[in-house]
C-alpha cells in the first residue's frame, strides 16, 4: 500500500539490449524502486496482462517501451498500456526509429518466413510447414499474432510523449529521464530526452577532420583497420556522425567503429538517411561521371547503411510493395 | 487491373515535380515560354538557388507525397555554376541517390538530372516532354497508396 508512482516496462521487436541498460543502473535500480513501483517488467517479474488490464487508465505513471512493432500482440499491448499510462517513453532505437528490426521493412512476410522456414541451412522443412495464425488442436484453438509485412515506430503505432534514443540507451540518459520524470520536471511533449548536437560536434576525433573532406575511395572495417585517432571520414570510412544526434557518449567510436546512426537525426532533419547521404555524396572527391561511379561502387548498401536504424521512420518508410501484379 | 492507363482512353498524366536553379535552368523555362514552344503542363517548377541545394531529402519527399518523377536541372559543369561548385554536388549525389532508390523499388529514370542553360529553351522542352514519356511508360508511383502501413485484408494466411 502506497502512493508511490507506478512505472511499466515493456519490450516488443528488440533483442533485449534496452532491458540490460535498466539493469546496467546498478545500485541505481535501487533507488528507482525506492522511488517507484514497478507494476510492469516482463523480462524480470511475473506480471500479466490481466494485471494490467485490472489496472485505472492513467494509473501507470509512466511506460518505458522498447522495441519496433511488428505483430498484432505487440500493436495490443503498447495500446493496453497507452490507455493505463499518463506518459509514454519510447526506450531504444527500434522504439523510436524502428531501429535493426526495422531493416526487415526491406522485404515483407512471405520472404521472411520464405527465408526463416525454409532457406536457411540449419532447416529442414519438406512439407513447408509455416505458422498458421489459427490452429485446432484436439478440439482447441490456438491463435497466434499477426505477423505484419511493415515494421513500424511505436509513435507509428500510438501517441508517444518521449523518445529515449540508443542502440541501447546509455545509462546517465536514461537516470536523467527517470529522474526528470520523477521530480515532474518534464520538457516539451515529442522531445527526446538527449543533447541536440550532431555526434561530429562532440567526437573526439573532430580535430582531426580537415577543413574541407575529400573522399577518393571508401573503405570498410570488415575489410581494415582504422587509425584510432583520425576522423573516420578523413579516413574514408562511412561514418554516421555528421547526421546523427550527440549524447551516446561514443561508445563506437571509442572502439575505434565509425558511428553508425543509432540516435537517430537531430531536430529538424526529416530524414536521417537523406540528409547523411547528401553529406556524404558531396565529400566525394571527383568532378567526372565515372569516377563518382567508381568511387559509390565502394558503398555496397546505401540503404541499409544510411537507414540502419531509421528505416521505418523515414519519408519512404520501406521498399516498394508491388501493386497490382 | 493496372491503372497505368497504357492502354485507356485517358492516358495517365504524370506529376513531376523540377528543382529548377535560379540562374540556368528556370531562366531556360522561362526562355520556352516567352518563345512560345511547347511542351506538356506536368511538371511543377520549383525554384531553387542552386542545383547543389537540392537535399536528397526533396526528392524523396516529393516521390513520398505523389510525385511520379523529379527532374533536377542546374547549370552546365564544369563551369557555369553561380556558385563555382554547387551543380558539382549535385552531380555527386545524383548517382548514389539512384542507387538507393533502385534499392527501394524506384525505378531510376523516375529521376533525372539534366544540365539546361538560360539560353536552352527548346531543350528543357524537350527534357520534359521526353520525362513525360518514360514516366507513362513507367506508369504511376503511387507510393503512399501503394505503401500502407498495414494492407487491410490478404495479410492473414
Known amino acids: ?325 | 487491373m493496372s491503372d497505368n492507363g497504357a492502354d485507356t482512353l485517358c492516358p495517365f498524366e504524370p506529376k513531376i515535380i523540377g528543382f529548377l536553379c535560379r540562374w540556368c535552368s528556370y531562366p531556360g523555362a522561362d526562355l520556352a515560354g516567352t518563345n512560345r514552344i511547347k511542351y506538356p503542363p506536368n511538371m511543377i517548377p520549383i525554384r531553387v538557388m542552386c542545383s547543389g541545394r537540392v537535399d536528397p531529402t526533396f526528392v524523396i519527399k516529393a516521390l513520398a507525397d505523389g510525385a511520379d518523377g523529379v527532374l533536377i536541372a542546374g547549370c552546365h559543369p564544369p563551369a557555369d555554376c553561380h556558385y563555382q561548385s554547387g551543380n558539382i554536388k549535385a552531380m555527386r549525389r545524383y548517382p548514389l541517390l539512384l542507387k538507393m532508390l533502385e534499392q527501394f523499388g524506384i525505378e531510376k529514370e523516375r529521376v533525372r538530372l539534366e544540365w539546361i542553360s538560360a539560353s536552352e529553351g527548346t531543350r528543357f522542352a524537350q527534357v520534359v516532354a521526353g520525362m513525360r514519356e518514360t514516366l507513362q511508360r513507367l506508369g504511376p508511383l503511387n507510393w503512399r497508396v501503394g505503401q500502407a502501413f498495414q494492407p487491410a485484408e490478404g495479410e492473414v494466411q
Open chain 1, 1 to 325: 500500500m502506497s502512493a508511490k508512482p507506478k512505472v511499466a516496462f515493456y519490450w516488443c521487436a528488440s533483442c533485449g539490449g534496452c532491458e540490460e541498460t535498466i539493469v546496467d543502473l546498478n545500485e541505481g535500480i535501487l533507488k528507482v524502486v525506492e522511488a517507484v513501483d514497478i507494476v510492469l517488467w516482463p523480462v524480470a517479474l511475473d506480471f500479466k496482462r490481466r494485471d494490467v488490464e485490472a489496472m485505472a487508465d492513467g494509473e501507470i505513471a509512466v511506460s518505458f517501451i522498447n522495441g519496433a512493432v511488428r505483430l498484432s500482440e505487440q500493436e495490443e499491448w503498447v495500446e493496453l498500456l497507452r490507455r493505463k499510462s499518463n506518459l509514454v517513453v519510447a526506450f531504444g532505437s527500434c522504439a523510436h526509429l524502428g531501429g535493426i528490426p526495422g531493416l526487415g521493412n526491406v522485404t515483407n512476410r512471405e520472404l521472411v518466413f520464405e527465408r526463416k522456414y525454409t532457406a536457411v541451412p540449419t532447416i529442414d522443412n519438406p512439407t513447408r510447414i509455416f505458422p498458421s495464425q489459427v490452429v485446432t488442436v484436439d478440439g482447441h484453438t490456438l491463435e497466434l499474432p499477426r505477423f505484419y509485412d511493415t515494421v513500424k515506430t511505436l509513435g507509428q503505432t500510438v501517441d508517444v510523449d518521449y523518445y529515449l534514443p540508443g542502440c541501447p540507451p546509455p545509462s546517465n540518459l536514461v537516470w536523467d529521464a527517470v529522474t526528470a520524470i520523477l521530480e515532474g520536471r518534464l520538457p516539451e511533449k515529442g522531445a527526446v530526452l538527449a543533447p541536440n548536437k550532431p555526434l561530429c560536434d562532440t567526437c573526439s576525433r573532430n580535430e582531426t577532420k580537415p577543413e574541407t573532406l575529400a573522399i577518393k575511395g571508401f573503405k570498410r572495417v570488415a575489410t581494415s583497420t582504422p587509425d584510432p585517432q583520425e576522423c573516420f571520414l578523413a579516413q574514408g570510412y562511412v561514418c554516421l556522425g555528421p547526421a546523427t544526434r550527440s549524447g551516446c557518449g561514443e561508445r563506437c567510436i571509442n572502439a575505434n567503429m565509425p558511428c553508425r546512426g543509432c540516435f537517430g537525426p537531430p531536430d529538424g532533419v526529416v530524414d536521417q538517411g537523406a540528409k547523411f547521404l547528401s553529406a556524404i555524396a558531396s565529400m566525394i572527391d571527383a568532378t567526372d561521371g565515372e569516377e563518382v561511379e567508381r568511387i559509390i561502387g565502394g558503398i555496397e548498401d546505401p540503404l541499409g547503411t544510411f537507414y540502419r536504424f531509421s528505416l521505418p521512420s523515414s519519408l519512404l518508410g520501406r521498399t516498394r510493395i508491388a501493386t497490382g501484379g
